[in-house]
């Protein structure tokens, strides 16, 4: 007998409507979806609520504080992997990009390393069945860092990585173009006082200047060479835009600028931004809010960042906060339009055919609430 799922009396968000309907999954993949409600043997019955694809995830950093749940702690790596795929998959994410930086601006930061803890621990999880969600891996490259080379080297062939992004944290350019919040960050996150802040200045514009090019260049081409695509990181200029255009890349993750947003869309790149940013009006660097660009048609993906259950709220947020958005299109930002942006066919989209990743939202007080949610046709919250 067939592994079956028949949900019912759901508002089915379905690609340009949403009906009040019934979804079949056999093995895994989306058999039916059809107007009206059953009561046919084994049905679940959804109340009403909504029915939406699984969300998908293309840049979470979410998997670092379980790695370090405190400053200088350190957590054992398969059950941070763990605690981390559990909160995505109550956020309702059901395909999640791992989000690992390659490079750091101080040399002896933990980010650097656990790296290859991170990784292995991903790719254990994954392949012994441990996750609920599906796991894939976004390596961001650091390229002002001097060794950046060095370390992704052994993962360009992993057949978990799946997105790749080049970054220059460097202060005076793309997030951080104003020294004051540049310093404002890095004052608080490492404690550094004013002296240290101008020399830690001097030293990281001087290994931009150094390295990222290069390295930026060098990682292009192993990308183009393995088919691995490729996003840009905080473009702030058309400048900006037109070298990532010119590299090849399918995604602008974060333009801090409009100018940069709209030069973006005029390239044919997926404009993403954070949810975080969405759902609270405004950047928390001074950038350019991303509700703003939903308003003017410039945001197509949207990405939790640093704060899974955000991703959600900001699907909704776009629905009800901005007047640019049905709800299939604000969900398509979290679903179908990521999975196209990194060649996904088989998933984001509740459609006959698809994989059976679902997630049951209850709107309590106009909050999205996750209720329940399926990978492939087994409930896996």
């Not at 939790?304 to 699907?315: H, R, V």
């Amino acid at each position: 007998m067939k592994k079956q799922l028949l949900l019912t009396n759901a508002r089915v968000v379905l690609k340009d409507e949403v009906i009040l309907g019934t979804v079949k999954v056999e093995e895994g993949v989306i058999a039916e979806v059809d107007q009206g409600v059953t009561s046919a043997l084994g049905v679940e019955d959804m109340e009403g609520d909504f029915l939406i694809p699984g969300l998908i995830e293309l840049h979470t950093d979410n998997l670092e504080k379980h790695f370090t749940p405190r400053p200088k702690v350190r957590w054992p790596s398969i059950p941070a992997v763990i605690a981390h795929d559990a909160q995505v998959a109550a956020s309702g994410i059901t395909t999640v990009f791992d989000a690992v930086a390659l490079g750091d601006v101080s040399d002896g930061s933990m980010r650097l390393q656990y790296v290859n803890e991170m990784i292995e621990a991903i790719t254990m999880a994954q392949e012994e069945h441990a996750t609920r969600s599906e796991h894939f891996i976004h390596l961001r490259c650091e390229v002002a860092y001097e060794k950046v080379l060095e370390l992704f080297d052994p993962f360009k062939e992993h057949y978990l990585l799946r997105l790749v992004s080049v970054m220059d944290h460097s202060p005076g350019q793309r997030q951080f173009a104003s020294l004051d919040k540049y310093r404002e960050y890095y004052q608080g996150k490492y404690g550094l006082d004013d002296r240290e802040i101008e020399a830690f200045i001097v030293k990281q514009k001087a290994a931009s200047e150094q390295y990222s090019a290069a390295n930026r260049e060098e990682i292009v081409d192993i990308c183009h060479e393995h088919k691995i695509p490729l996003a840009s990181h905080d473009d702030a200029t058309v400048e900006h835009v037109e070298e990532s255009v010119g590299y090849g890349m399918s995604i602008a993750e974060f333009p801090t600028t409009h100018e940069a947003a709209v030069e973006a869309r005029k390239g044919g790149l997926s404009v993403l931004m954070g949810a975080p940013n969405l759902v609270r009006g405004r950047s928390h660097s001074g950038n350019v809010s991303a509700r703003e660009l939903a308003q003017e048609g410039l945001l197509d993906v949207i990405s939790s960042d640093y704060f899974p259950t955000s991703l959600l709220q900001a699907a909704f947020t776009l629905f009800h906060d901005t007047d640019s958005f049905t709800l299939p299109e604000a969900v398509a930002t979290v679903s179908a339009k990521p999975a196209n942006a990194v060649s996904l066919s088989d998933r984001g989209e509740i459609a006959v055919g698809k994989r059976g990743d679902l997630v049951r939202v209850h709107e309590y007080h106009r909050f999205p609430l996750v209720k329940e949610v399926w990978r492939q046709g087994r409930r896996i919250y």
